[in-house]
Each structure stands twice: as structure tokens, then as C-alpha cells.
């Protein structure tokens, strides 16, 4: 059974809490947010999703076309965006049935730090930066229906 948070779950609508531990909690945590993400066919999970008031994300944006290849984002920061910004329709699972268009910069830089708390920071662009600016936004309380009208 799905423990996906559907809007307007309070859980959904306010900035979730930073990371403090990075123990089997979070592993956990991480394990079961990749294991719905792929049960729901979703390229990306937010914990809120799951009603967990956490700072992480877990995405897996070429899954459906090849080998798995998931990543952990535990207390991300958006570091800097592009200057080029693309409009394109997204579905969101908190969302059934509620597609969205949203303008969002096409490239992004993100710190974060993975199961093991080691920094890491990167580049990414294309569909992986739509990805994490989705699921960040998560983390801050917002979804799709806060940027935009129905498609």
C-alpha cells in the first residue's frame, strides 16, 4: 500500500527539517522513498511525499530507458541557476490527474550531502535539473499548482 501524501496533506505545504543524523534512519529513510519511487514509476521521490518532514530527495531520471542508477540528495541546496529557463508540463504523484506547466532554469549547481555525509556538488541540466528543482521545491513546501495553470 502506497504512503504517498496526496495535496493539500499539511505535510506537503510547509519547509521540511534539516537532516541532523546520518544513521540507519536515513538509510531507511532513503531505502523507502527508491523503493516507492519505483513502485509509482516516478523518476523522483521528496520525503514529504511520504509524509516524513525531511530534507531529502532521491531521483532516478534514467531508469525507464536503461540501468538504474539512483541518487540520494540529503540537506540540498540550489547553489545557482542558469540564466536560460524552459517551460514544459509536470506530473506530480502528491497531484494525481493535475499536470502542470512550470517555467524553470534549465541548468542548476547543488550542494548536498549523500548517506555516508560526504559533500558533493554538481552541475545538472536538461531533465535532472527539472527533476531536483520538482523535488526541492517539495522540501520548501511548494508543488506545481503554486507555479502555474492546469495544462
Excluded at 57 to 70: E, I, Q
Aim: aromatic share 8%.
Amino acid at each position: 500500500m502506497s504512503r504517498v501524501r496526496l495535496w493539500p496533506d499539511p505535510v506537503l505545504q510547509r519547509p521540511a527539517e534539516p537532516v541532523a543524523a546520518f544513521d540507519d534512519a536515513l538509510s531507511e529513510l532513503v531505502a523507502d522513498l527508491l523503493s516507492e519511487m519505483y513502485a509509482a514509476n516516478a523518476r523522483g521521490m521528496a520525503a514529504p511525499v511520504l509524509g516524513v518532514s525531511k530534507r531529502v530527495f532521491v531521483m532516478d531520471c534514467d531508469w525507464k530507458s536503461g540501468a538504474r542508477a539512483p541518487r540520494a540528495f540529503v540537506n540540498p541546496t540550489l547553489v545557482a541557476r542558469s540564466d536560460t529557463h524552459l517551460a514544459a508540463v509536470e506530473h506530480c504523484i502528491s497531484l494525481p490527474g493535475e499536470p502542470r506547466s512550470v517555467l524553470r532554469p534549465d541548468a542548476v549547481e547543488v550542494a548536498w550531502f549523500d548517506c555516508e555525509a560526504m559533500p558533493q556538488r554538481s552541475w545538472f541540466s536538461g531533465a535532472s535539473a527539472r527533476m531536483i528543482q520538482h523535488d526541492y521545491d517539495h522540501l520548501d513546501g511548494r508543488l506545481i499548482i503554486d507555479y502555474a495553470a492546469a495544462v
